[in-house]
Nanobody, 120 residues
C-alpha cells in the first residue's frame, strides 16, 4: 500500500522559513518522480514543485521559484520542501504526491497534507 506522510507544517511569520518532509513507503521510491502541491482556503489545488525519479531534475511554480527548494533523500525514502521568505499567500495545506503533473494539478498517489500558515 502506497503511503505518503507529510509533516513540518506550522505557523510562521512573513519572511520566515519552514521545511516540509514527506516520508514514503509501499513503493520503490527511486522509480518515481514526486512533488508538492498546495490548496489554499477557497482555492483550487495547485502545483508547487516536483523532482524527477532520476538525476533529480526539478520544476517549480513561478510563484515559488527562487524561494522554495525541493529535494529528495532516496536512502531515507523522504521528500523535502525548503520554504524560505514565506508570504501570506503561501498559506495552504501542502500535499506530497507521486508522479506529479503540473497541468490540472494531478498525481497518482497523495499524502494527507500538512498545514502551513504564514501570518502578516
Amino acid at each position: 500500500e502506497v503511503q505518503l506522510q507529510a509533516s513540518g507544517g506550522g505557523l510562521v511569520q512573513t519572511g520566515g522559513s519552514l521545511r516540509l518532509s514527506c516520508s514514503a513507503s509501499g513503493f520503490t521510491f527511486t522509480d518515481y518522480s514526486i512533488g508538492w502541491f498546495r490548496q489554499a482556503p477557497g482555492k483550487e489545488r495547485e502545483f508547487v514543485a516536483s523532482i524527477a525519479w532520476s538525476g533529480g531534475g526539478t520544476a517549480y511554480a513561478d510563484s515559488v521559484k527562487g524561494r522554495f527548494a525541493i529535494s529528495r533523500d532516496d536512502a531515507k525514502n523522504t521528500l523535502y520542501l525548503q520554504m524560505n521568505d514565506l508570504k501570506p499567500e503561501d498559506t495552504a495545506i501542502y500535499y506530497c504526491a507521486t508522479n506529479p503533473r503540473r497541468i490540472g494539478a494531478r498525481a497518482d498517489y497523495w499524502g494527507q497534507g500538512t498545514l502551513v500558515t504564514v501570518s502578516s
